[in-house]
């Protein structure tokens, strides 16, 4: 890929413009295959270096697959804004967790796209990732401040988590913040050397949590070369709990959001689009969505309703739990 196209791939990322020229740069020097050793400095002190890097890390690993990066650029032109059915953003994260910006600039952002909502859902206490993570009373600090925020922005917040799929299958939701909640979100960030049968047996127990609402980046940290093998798996088990999939916006899921796509057709499933932001900028990837929707039935996506928890919750805790 020509220096300038590298340069417009990278661009979708949302992260300065020094941080897309040191990826382009390395990737011009180093090729393919090497990303391991992309960034190596104290992530805690140099925070929002690793954690740009960490997301152009993503883009790099895109370019290993001949052609997936000019098709992926190709829709972003051919959808240059936002579908307007779009209500609000399920997944997002600010300084609170392992996100660039600040909770009020993601706030105001969401606003100024015209969204009437928009979920907060910073990572909290990973057992395995505890360096950008919030405590139980960060938490409650998130939460008065998102209050006060949401009254002065005027837009309605979801004050959630992402949850981690720990290695038994539990959600790390702790007590204290699950009383708290409308919705968690549950991801796979590490697959422990399980085998597929047993990262599947994860998923189930996730899902049968009853504040987990979707799951999300199904294929996070899977060889792309064996998604198919199980697609069809994983959207059994998030049917038969009538949870939610997140097809998530990031370009490295795009393989796996096309065979998602596939069995969310074919099944009376619901599906949510998400950006999982780590800086204001990434959230302009909701655009990727329209791709998607063209595809399916509008009561199949729940970022067009105006009160999305409602399709799991009880109204009296969806009322209670939203800021």
């Excluded at 940290?221 to 009538?242: H, K, N, P, R, W």
Aim: aromatic letters at 12%; a negative charge.
């Amino acid at each position: 890929m020509r220096k300038d196209k590298l340069y417009d791939f990278f661009n979708i990322s949302g992260v300065d413009n020094e941080f897309i020229e040191y990826a382009i740069d390395y990737y011009v020097r180093n090729g393919r295959g090497h990303t391991a050793d992309f960034y190596k400095r104290d992530k805690r002190a140099y925070r929002k270096i690793h954690m740009s890097l960490e997301v152009l890390r993503n883009y790099i690993k895109v370019l290993d697959d001949d052609g997936l990066a000019e098709r992926i650029l190709r829709i972003w032109k051919d959808y240059p804004a936002i579908h307007r059915g779009i209500r609000g953003d399920f997944h997002t994260h600010t300084e609170f967790s392992d996100g660039m910006d600040t909770m009020e600039t993601i706030l105001r952002r969401a606003k100024a796209l015209g969204y009437s909502w928009i979920a907060l859902t910073d990572h909290a206490l990973n057992p395995d990732n505890r360096l950008y993570t919030m405590s139980s009373e960060e938490f409650i600090r998130q939460t008065e401040t998102a209050r006060e925020l949401s009254e002065e922005i005027g837009i309605r917040v979801y004050h959630s988590i992402e949850a981690n799929i720990t290695e038994d299958g539990s959600p790390d939701i702790p007590d204290d913040i699950r009383d708290n909640i409308s919705f968690a979100l549950a991801s796979l960030h590490r697959l422990y050397d399980h085998p597929v049968d047993t990262v599947l047996k994860r998923i189930e127990k996730a899902m049968s949590d009853e504040k987990v609402i979707a799951l999300t980046h199904p294929f996070f940290a899977l060889d792309s070369d064996i998604y198919g093998e199980f697609t069809g798996d994983i959207a059994d088990i998030v049917q038969q709990y009538g949870k939610a999939v997140e097809l998530n916006m990031f370009p490295n899921y795009f393989k796996g959001n096309l065979l998602l796509l596939d069995e969310i057709k074919r099944r009376d499933m619901k599906v949510i689009f998400s950006t999982d932001e780590h800086c204001a900028n990434g959230m302009y990837r909701m655009r990727f969505a329209g791709y998607f929707i063209d595809k399916l039935l509008p009561e199949q996506v729940l970022n067009f309703s105006e009160e999305p928890a409602a399709e799991f919750l009880p109204a009296e805790a969806v009322k209670n739990n939203v800021i």
